[in-house]
C-alpha cells in the first residue's frame, strides 16, 4: 500500500494534504502521532506481532496497562499505548467509555487500541465517531480500526467515507474495505464496486493505490464476470494513470492474483514494449 507520508507509518503517521487545518487540531495530535510511528513500523498489527515478546512479559504489560487505564491523564495515555500493542479482553471495559472522552488525543489512541483489541460492544460508538467526529486523526484512527471487524455492518460507512471523507481518512477506508468485503461474495461485489470507482476518480494516487491494493484483496471473493471487471481496470490503471506509485500497485495487486492467464497478459505486454 501507498503512505501519504512516506516517513510516517502506516498506523498513526499518515495524514493528506485534505486534513484539517493546524488550528483544527490539537499539536499534540502530532506528534503523539510521530512518537507512535516510531513504535508501530508498518502495519500496527503486523509489526508488533513479529517481536513475539514471552508470554509472561506481555501479561505483566497488561497487568501494568489495566492500572495505568484508570490512573490520570499522562498514565491514561501510557496505558493506552500499551493495549494499541497487546490485547487483553479485561481492557475492554476501561476502553469503551475512552471513546467519548473529550480529548481527541485520547479518543483516536482509545480507537487504536479498540481496533488491535475489537469488541462488538464498541462497533456503534465507532461508527459513530467515523460519522461526526470533528477531528480528522480520530476518523482515520476509526478507518483502520473497523478493518478488525469485517462481521460488523461496516461496509456501508467505510464506501462512504471513501466517497466523502479527507484522503488519510479515504486512503485507510479503501485498505479496511479489502477486510470488510473478505465475507463473502454478498459483501464483497459492493466494496469493489465503490473501490473500482476510486481506483478511476479519486483525486489521491496513494487513496488510488490502496484502491488497487485493496481489490487483488478482493478478487478471491468475487463472482467470475467482477473479477474479469477487477482485472481490466488494473490494466487500465497499470498502463494509464498518472502516477508511477499507482501503476506499480495495479502491477502488483495483478502479479499476485497468479492467475495463469493475467500473468500471460502481462508477459505479453513486456514483450511488446508496453510495460518494462
Given at each position: 500500500m501507498t503512505d501519504l507520508q512516506p516517513n510516517l507509518p502506516a498506523s498513526l503517521g499518515r495524514?493528506?494534504?485534505?486534513?484539517?487545518?493546524?488550528?483544527?487540531?490539537?499539536?499534540?495530535?502530532?506528534?503523539?502521532?510521530?512518537?507512535?510511528?516510531?513504535?508501530?513500523?508498518?502495519?500496527?498489527?503486523?509489526?508488533?506481532?513479529?517481536?513475539?515478546?514471552?508470554?509472561?512479559?506481555?501479561?505483566?504489560?497488561?497487568?501494568?496497562?489495566?492500572?495505568?487505564?484508570?490512573?490520570?491523564?499522562?498514565?491514561?495515555?501510557?496505558?493506552?499505548?500499551?493495549?494499541?500493542?497487546?490485547?487483553?479482553?479485561?481492557?475492554?471495559?476501561?476502553?469503551?467509555?475512552?471513546?467519548?472522552?473529550?480529548?481527541?488525543?485520547?479518543?483516536?489512541?482509545?480507537?487504536?487500541?479498540?481496533?488491535?483489541?475489537?469488541?462488538?460492544?464498541?462497533?456503534?460508538?465507532?461508527?459513530?465517531?467515523?460519522?461526526?467526529?470533528?477531528?480528522?486523526?480520530?476518523?482515520?484512527?476509526?478507518?483502520?480500526?473497523?478493518?478488525?471487524?469485517?462481521?460488523?455492518?461496516?461496509?456501508?460507512p467505510l464506501t462512504r467515507a471513501l466517497q466523502v471523507d479527507i484522503a488519510a481518512v479515504r486512503l485507510w477506508a479503501a485498505s479496511s474495505l479489502a477486510e470488510a468485503g473478505s465475507t463473502g461474495p454478498a459483501k464483497a461485489d459492493p466494496a469493489a464496486a465503490q473501490l473500482l470507482l476510486s481506483l478511476r476518480i479519486d483525486t489521491e494516487p496513494a487513496v488510488r493505490s490502496n484502491s488497487a491494493w485493496a481489490l487483488g484483496r478482493l478478487y478471491p471473493d468475487l463472482v467470475e464476470p467482477r473479477q474479469q471487471v477487477l482485472v481490466e481496470s488494473l490494466l487500465h490503471a497499470m498502463l494509464n494513470d498518472t502516477e508511477s506509485s499507482v501503476r506499480d500497485e495495479a502491477r502488483l495487486a495483478l502479479e499476485q492474483l497468479e492467475q495463469p492467464e493475467v500473468l500471460e497478459r502481462l508477459q505479453t505486454l513486456v514483450e511488446e514494449g508496453l510495460l518494462a
Open positions: 495524514s493528506g494534504p485534505f486534513d484539517e487545518s493546524p488550528q483544527e487540531l490539537y499539536l499534540d495530535l502530532d506528534v503523539l502521532a510521530q512518537e507512535l510511528a516510531q513504535e508501530l513500523l508498518g502495519d500496527p498489527l503486523d509489526a508488533l506481532d513479529s517481536s513475539d515478546p514471552e508470554a509472561a512479559d506481555v501479561a505483566a504489560e497488561c497487568d501494568l496497562g489495566l492500572s495505568l487505564l484508570v490512573g490520570d491523564h499522562d498514565q491514561r495515555m501510557q496505558g493506552l499505548r500499551i493495549f494499541c500493542e497487546h490485547r487483553d479482553p479485561r481492557a475492554l471495559p476501561l476502553l469503551l467509555p475512552l471513546l467519548g472522552a473529550p480529548c481527541p488525543i485520547v479518543r483516536m489512541s482509545a480507537v487504536y487500541a479498540l481496533g488491535r483489541n475489537p469488541s462488538p460492544l464498541a462497533v456503534q460508538d465507532l461508527l459513530g465517531l467515523l460519522a461526526s467526529d470533528d477531528n480528522g486523526y480520530v476518523r482515520k484512527a476509526v478507518a483502520w480500526s473497523l478493518g478488525s471487524y469485517p462481521d460488523a455492518p461496516v461496509l456501508n
